[in-house]
């Protein structure tokens, strides 16, 4: 079955770059995005590039490229489905805030409205793929709703058939469309050859034949799933190490150089930082647990909740360490935070490191100054659940008490003016060249710098005034 119209139920970090490669890797295909959320819709459409709901280096130009020849984003869910022969479910699969499974189970809501909704709307033969992240046997319950509707339709004499293909998406965000042009796999999970080949053929259009592997429908959703708790784990394990350097006078950065020079351990995420963030480790991992104890694998849940338990603690013990070595109290004290988004080159602060920290300072009473490139005020509001304040500087604010309140940095140089201390929380490339020298000369003393994320070189801290602490430095 040769695919022509492709709808996408879902526009967020996924759904709107994955379909935006796919148009512009195949023109012959019409591919529709929808949503239920009218803004980001509005947002996808933007004659503004730049008020893409989604920043990522590279998307505004496919976006510009496609948009309106055979990429189009539509809030018209219901008719952008009857008219596909193949739909990928991307919607969003957080963790279940209440009832059975509350805090680790996924909430599946969202994923079970669009197999309705597909139900409802599709006409003949249609391939359904699973693009979300989903626990294991997700596909059933898909397709026990879809063949619901087989046999309604049945009744009326029409011919609704589907087929459910598990497709995972391993994009990282901040490399989204290099991920999606250049993967190391495509996995696909299914139990009719038919369908396999047809959602292969799409990917055949850019990706190497070797590159795209088959399993059956559980051992992909589990394998998703593996995936980022594997990653996530290194990343706990990192950190971990990290706190017995500081102890034992060892350096993190030459620990995982040398270890990772071990052909079968291997140098990418060994890098320690203040926890890992994103929307998904966290709540895949969570997955796995509640997956695990619902089995009765008592010990492989505890196993991978202690990969959770270090993240936390390892933001917890970043927090602590600051009040610390500012004299046990922040009361006033003002610190210049650079980076809020869980990593560099995005503007998603879902599980950003940056929010448990700076809740834990302004707690503290510290007044804080937050910059970041991409996230916005109102992002940074909604996720420090405060509203921010009108100055950035101790000097224009005789009149009112800055504890425990934040403004945006919005002329970086300045904010500096008076700060006690710096805490490096994302790797933007920005912060790479700030010129010490200069800051030490406009910050109150002792003054600190915090590095989470060893972008700065102690060699250019060896002439200014400012005390220096990088993660995992014990030397
Ligand atoms: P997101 O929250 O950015 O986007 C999901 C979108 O789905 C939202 O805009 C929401 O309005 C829309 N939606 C929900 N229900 C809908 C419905 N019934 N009809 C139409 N639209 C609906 O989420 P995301 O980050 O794109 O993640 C989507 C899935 O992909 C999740 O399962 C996630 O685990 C997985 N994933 C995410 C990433 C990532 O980097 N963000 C990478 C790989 C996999
Ligand atoms: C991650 C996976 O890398 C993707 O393969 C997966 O598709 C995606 O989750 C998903 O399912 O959502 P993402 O969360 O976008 O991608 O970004 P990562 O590069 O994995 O970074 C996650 C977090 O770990 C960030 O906070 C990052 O700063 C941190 N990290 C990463 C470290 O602290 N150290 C490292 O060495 C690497």
Known sequence: MQVKNICCIGAGYVGGPTMAVIANKCPHIEVNVVDVN??????????????????????????????????????????????????????????????????????????????????????????????????????????????????????????????VLSNPEFLAEGTAINDLINPDRVLIGGDNGIAIDSLSEIYKNWVPNHKIITTNL??????????????????????????????????????????????????????????????????????????????????VSSFWESVVSLNNWQQHRISKLIVKKLFGTLTNKKIVVLGFAFKANTNDTRESPAINICKELLEEGAFL?????????????????????EISNRLESNTQTLEGKWSKAFDLEKSFIDADAVLILTEWDNYKHL?????????????????????????????????????????
């Open 38 to 163: 009218r803004e980001r819709i509005e947002k996808w459409n933007s004659d503004n590039l730049n008020e893409l709901p989604v920043f990522e280096p590279g998307l505004s130009n496919l976006v510009k490229k496609c948009r309106g020849v055979n990429l189009n984003f539509s809030y018209s869910v219901g008719e952008k489905i009857s008219n596909a022969d193949m739909i990928f479910i991307s919607v969003n699969t957080p963790t279940k805030k209440k009832g059975i499974g509350a805090g680790k189970a996924s909430d599946l809501k969202w994923v079970e409205a669009c197999a309705r909704e597909v139900a409802t709307y599709s006409k003949g033969h249609t391939i359904v793929v699973e693009k979300s992240t989903l626990p294991v046997r997700t596909a059933e319950v898909i397709k026990s709703i879809l063949s619901e509707a087989t046999i309604s339709d049945l009744k009326n004499n029409a011919t609704k058939t589907f087929d």
């Open 218 to 299: 559980w051992s992909s959703e589990l394998a998703k799933l593996t995936a980022n708790a594997f990653l996530a784990q290194r990343i706990s394990s990192i950190n971990s190490v990290s706190a017995i350097c500081e102890a034992t006078g060892a350096d993190i950065r030459e620990v995982s150089k040398a270890i990772g020079l071990d052909s079968r351990i291997g140098p990418k995420f060994l890098n320690a930082g203040p926890g890992f963030g994103g929307s998904c480790f966290k709540k895949d991992i969570l997955n796995l647990v509640y997956l695990s104890d619902f089995f009765g694998l008592k010990e």
């Open 369 to 389: 100054v937050i910059h970041d490139p991409k996230v916005s005020i109102k992002q940074i509001n909604i996720d420090l659940n405060l509203k921010p304040l």
């Open 435 to 475: 010129d010490w020298k200069k800051i030490s000369k406009l910050m109150r003393k002792p003054s600190w710098l915090f590095d989470t994320r060893s972008m700065i070189d102690p060699e250019e801290f060896s002439n200014t005034k400012i005390n220096f602490w990088r993660v995992g430095d014990g030397t």
